[in-house]
Nanobody, 115 residues
């Protein structure tokens, strides 16, 4: 019954910015470690950023300094603010929630960075 819904994907020019959101329903949001993953065609799904329930964050080296992950527990929402986007950022971005033995995934939202 836990559901994760991503939104905010779309087409953006190189160097541009885009914000993604993930809304979690059916659970106590603050209990989860939340993360953004992405998967480009022909590649493995990779971690983009993670935010623990204490607010601490970690980023993939490829996005450090450009992306910011955050969460609003009152709104059951996680965010990913992306700046200085590059063509190699093009991928389907997935929201992930993990707590104890439970792990959930959103359906993904496509981000395309191109002229």
């Amino acid at each position: 019954q836990v559901q994760l819904v991503e939104s905010g994907g779309g087409l953006v020019q190189p160097g541009g910015s885009l914000g993604l959101s993930c809304v979690v329903s059916g659970s106590i949001f603050s209990m989860y470690t939340m993360g953004w993953y992405r998967q480009a065609p022909g590649k493995q799904r990779e971690l983009v950023a993670v935010i623990v329930n204490d607010g601490s964050t970690n980023y993939a080296d490829s996005v450090k300094g450009r992306f910011t992950i955050s969460r609003n527990n009152a709104k059951n929402t996680m965010y990913l603010q992306m700046h200085s986007l590059k063509p190699e950022d093009t991928a389907v971005y997935y929201c992930n929630a993990a707590w104890a033995q439970f792990e959930y995934w959103g359906q993904g939202t496509l981000v395309t960075v191109s002229e």
